[in-house]
């Protein structure tokens, strides 16, 4: 594979996960500028209700990304992508407050969510099958593995200028910087895809005549098992990260841990994903996609239970960290494989972008980026606060389904 292209698909997701990730970080400290409600509860599922929103639009995003890919060619939909998720990241930054232009601030945080979701809809899975496509010769595990691990690049990234903007002594202006700073980044990552080929497979397929007016309509009717096995496997392969990152670490509150030194928690366990998931893309292609993402599922299935009691039952911060890396070891096994698993195995090259797209994005949107919000809401509902563990199971439980009782394509390539 040409390293061009491997730097291009890795760099490029990154820093478009750095701008779709950036507002999770900041949404406490953004709720009560954008969502002054008197309840600070109420205030901050208000603001992770605006979080979700970049998941739930993701299907639309997936149906118009996914239909570019396949229609127009790998790299157009991915330099779209890059390029249009930089515009809501840019007025996220400069985008006045509640007190200065009232309903209209809250309203159009929810609207560049809802841009950001879109485009970050056709990214994941347009770079993954640009690895895949041209990768086709060598095992594709370790390599569309790289992946998923630089999305984390770009969510430590968020992360770290987060942290540094919420620091004291730093004026009260400074949580919009990041933004600003992620407007040029997705600017490099244009120029990085502008730069590279289309994939080998999609250019052979551009040269037979078009069968498919709309791929997506021979997705949803001859390939509806593979369908759902693609959503099944979208929800637990986002599920377990965002419990980890965004509701665990909200037990920290307990142990009197400061919103930064929190933050600094979760960097750690974003360097632990990064590291684990290429080790586990390695393995798979030893072992197996499919029976890599199974072990990680009935892991997962198997501990979060302990797991929940042992960090809620007298609550350390020792035992956040514990429980935070015992997830994360579990979950980066089901990750790993899971690009390669995606863009090789469910659907062949003429649909594969608008199966793998809409399918991931409606597992996301349903389960995965709603992860945080349900979870606090199964909580305040239960008054449980083991509850996100069933939550995390069923999530497994569908995704181990999806990733063993799909449909095998005779015409992959």
């Not at 061009?4 to 709720?31: C, H, P, Q, R, W």
């Not at 639309?60 to 515009?87: E, M």
């Not at 029976?291 to 501990?303: E, H, T």
Request: proline fraction near 5%.
């Amino acid at each position: 594979m040409k390293k061009k292209i491997l730097f291009a698909a890795v760099i490029g997701n990154a820093l478009e996960y750095y701008d779709f990730t950036l507002y999770g970080f900041l949404a406490a400290y953004m709720s009560p500028l954008f969502f002054p409600l008197a309840d600070p509860a109420t205030s901050r599922i208000a603001s992770l209700g605006a979080f979700a929103a970049g998941f739930l639009i993701r299907p639309l995003g997936g149906i118009l990304f996914g239909h570019i890919g396949d229609r127009y060619g790998r790299k157009k939909a991915l330099v779209l992508s890059v390029l249009l998720v930089t515009l809501p990241t840019l007025t996220l930054g400069l985008l006045p407050t509640y007190e200065h232009i009232g309903l209209w601030a809250p309203l159009l945080i929810v609207v560049c969510r809802l841009m950001q979701g879109a485009c970050t809809a056709g990214e994941y899975t347009g770079a993954s099958i640009l690895i895949a496509e041209y990768n086709q010769h060598y095992k594709p595990g370790f390599a569309c593995s790289l992946l998923p691990a630089s999305s984390l690049i770009g969510v430590i990234l968020a992360l770290a200028s987060s942290s540094i903007c919420l620091m004291k002594g730093m004026p009260s202006w400074a949580w919009r910087i990041p933004f600003i700073m992620g407007f040029f980044f997705g600017l490099f990552g244009f120029y990085l895809r502008n730069q590279i080929e289309e994939t080998p497979v999609f250019s052979r397929l551009a040269e037979k005549p078009k069968q498919n007016k709309i791929p997506l309509i021979e997705v949803l009717t001859s390939q509806k098992r593979n369908f759902l096995c693609a959503i099944a496997i979208g929800a637990a392969a986002l599920a377990p990260f965002y419990v980890i990152s965004m509701h665990i670490i909200t037990l920290a509150s307990k142990v009197n841990v400061s919103t930064s030194y929190g933050m600094l928690i979760n960097a750690g366990v974003m360097v632990l994903w990064m590291l684990m998931i290429p080790i586990a893309g390695y393995f798979s292609d030893r072992v197996g996609l499919a029976k890599m993402m199974s072990w990680g599922a009935l892991l997962l299935i198997v501990v979060a239970l302990p797991v929940f009691w042992f960090v809620n039952h007298e609550t350390t911060l020792t035992k956040i960290i514990i429980a935070q890396a015992t997830l994360t070891l579990c979950g980066a096994l089901y990750v790993g494989p899971c690009a390669a698993f995606l863009a090789t195995r469910l659907f062949p090259a003429s649909d594969r972008y608008s199966g793998v797209a809409l399918g991931v994005s409606v597992g996301e949107a349903l389960f995965g980026g709603t992860a945080p919000l349900i979870s606090m809401g199964l909580v305040l509902i239960t008054g449980a606060t083991i509850a996100p563990a069933f939550y995390l199971i069923f999530c497994n439980v569908i995704g181990l389904i999806g990733v063993n009782y799909y449909k095998p394509m005779t015409n992959l390539k």
